[in-house]
């Protein structure tokens, strides 16, 4: 198993928890962003790439569906855990024939060549990559697409919310974030990371850019309030000690705003969003 200390993940992508809270997440996610893949249909492809897929829920739920059209789905993620448990599940599932997962560091060059995929899938990079990185891994996903492959990416930002300790557990870990050199923001009270995306692709010569927002919206009684709620809990755990490593709390007032951020969730007024940003585009051929 690999040492979290030799990854930029702030969060160990070994630890059994965060996988676990990535199964989580995908119960509501895919559902909450409009489905596997809104922004277009799937007519003409056959291989796909999901850069750092995690436990593999989205490619494997891919693959699954598309199983009779023979579409194929590759997933790539650096921890081994996450990988050997995508990889069993498609043998649960008896997809593996066209759903297989491989331990990569999407920081490295990826071990594909080029032109091999029709679309390219990234959901939250900005858990692990340096800001300064963006550029070569948009370039490098663009890379690996035939002429004519779609590039998505999808992303989000901290939470707004209308209780104190909430809100401000999500500023402080923009702020740690900030302080690595994952994020784009000035201020340090938000990641940034939005806004670049339409200019990252357009530096990687993509066209046909689009962009599309969802608000997750987790206040009290909204149908994906307990799973978003309790999943920010438990990534706040995890995350303490990158907010202490970084200095932006102690562990005195972490404790104080985690407490009081649980009992928060539980009042009927208590309301808070949490921003995603998907933008996608298009490899030119040669003649575009």
Aim: glycine share 8%.
């Amino acid at each position: 198993m690999m040492n979290s200390s030799n990854t930029t993940y702030f969060i160990n992508p070994e630890d059994p928890t965060e996988q676990t809270r990535l199964l989580q997440q995908a119960l509501y996610l895919t559902e909450a962003l409009g489905g596997l893949f809104p922004e277009r249909d799937l007519a003409g492809v056959t291989s796909v790439l999901d850069v750092a897929c995690g436990p593999g829920y989205w490619a494997l739920d891919l693959a699954d569906a598309y199983k009779e059209q023979g579409i194929g789905v590759i997933g790539i993620d650096i921890s081994q855990r996450m990988i050997a448990y995508a990889n069993a599940q498609a043998q649960v599932r008896d997809i593996e024939e066209n759903a297989s997962f491989l331990v990569m560091d999407v920081l490295q060059p990826l071990d594909f060549p080029d032109g091999q995929f029709d679309m390219v899938n990234a959901r939250f990079l900005e858990t692990f990559l340096p800001a300064l990185r963006w550029p070569a891994v948009v370039q490098e996903c663009i890379r690996v697409l035939r002429p004519g492959g779609m590039l998505r990416v999808t992303t989000s930002e901290v939470a707004s919310c209308n209780y104190a300790a909430y809100e401000r557990l999500f500023q402080l870990s923009a702020k740690a974030l900030n302080l690595a050199g994952q994020g784009f923001s000035h201020s340090g009270h938000v990641l940034g990371v939005a806004p670049m995306l339409n200019y990252f692709l357009r530096q990687a010569g993509c066209i046909h850019i689009q962009e599309r927002a969802t608000l997750l919206n987790h206040s009290f009684g909204q149908p994906y309030r307990e799973g978003l709620t309790q999943n920010s809990l438990i990534g706040f755990a995890l995350l303490k000690p990158f907010l202490l490593k970084f200095q932006v709390t102690t562990g005195e007032e972490f404790e104080r705003l985690y407490n009081q951020a649980e009992d928060e969730m539980k009042q009927e007024d208590f309301c808070a969003i949490t921003p995603l940003t998907t933008a996608w585009g298009t490899k030119p051929t040669s003649g575009s």
